[in-house]
């Protein structure tokens, strides 16, 4: 296993620490989503506008300051994990482990979108509408109704992803590249 290696170097050193570091904060970034889908917007539905208003401004901060540090854990300890195998770039673009970590990255920018929106515009414009007009408020509970349900979507599938990660075998190992070899 990585670390446990006699010469492993720095990055061999920190990958076990960086991976349970990256399973946490994983989750608990995905559990702050996974609560808003579940929990919170059905009780939204029960609550009068300002009540509404309310928690949805103090739940969505209070998330907002634990993504902002669990999100570069994420990306950073995952990336150290990675990085610790000692890919190549052939062995990230040619075996199926690799392209795997590609497209995983690639969703999670894309997840960035929904969350972007939800950290720059729900957020302070709640706020702003703390005294402010029913349809306003109405309006960007909508928004961010319809923002975190695409959020907790985008998330399953990088879940869907990372399930697959775990039945292939890492982008160095000899066998990743014997199944992409062409028949001789």
Do not use: C
Request: aromatic share 8%; no cysteine; net charge positive.
């Amino acid at each position: 296993p990585l670390g446990e290696e006699p010469t492993a170097g720095v990055l061999q050193a920190l990958a076990p620490a960086s991976n349970l570091l990256h399973l946490y904060a994983t989750a608990t970034w995905i559990g702050g989503i996974l609560y808003f889908v579940v929990i919170l917007l059905p009780v939204l539905r029960g609550l009068v506008d300002n009540s509404r208003g309310a928690l949805l401004r103090e739940t969505i901060t209070r998330f907002s300051q634990l993504a902002l540090v669990t999100v570069p854990l994420v990306a950073l300890s995952g990336t150290i994990v990675y990085l610790a195998e000692q890919p190549s770039v052939e062995s990230t673009l040619n075996t199926g482990y690799g392209r795997e970590v590609l497209i995983k990255v690639g969703l999670l920018f894309v997840l960035m979108i929904p969350a972007s929106y939800n950290l720059r515009k729900v957020g302070p414009r709640l706020v702003k509408l703390r005294a402010k007009a029913h349809p306003a408020l109405l309006a960007l509970a909508g928004g961010f109704r319809r923002s975190i349900r695409w959020e907790a979507l985008l998330v399953s599938v990088v879940l869907v992803f990372s399930a697959l990660l775990t039945l292939s075998a890492p982008a160095t190992d000899p066998p990743a590249y014997a199944i992409n070899a062409p028949p001789t």
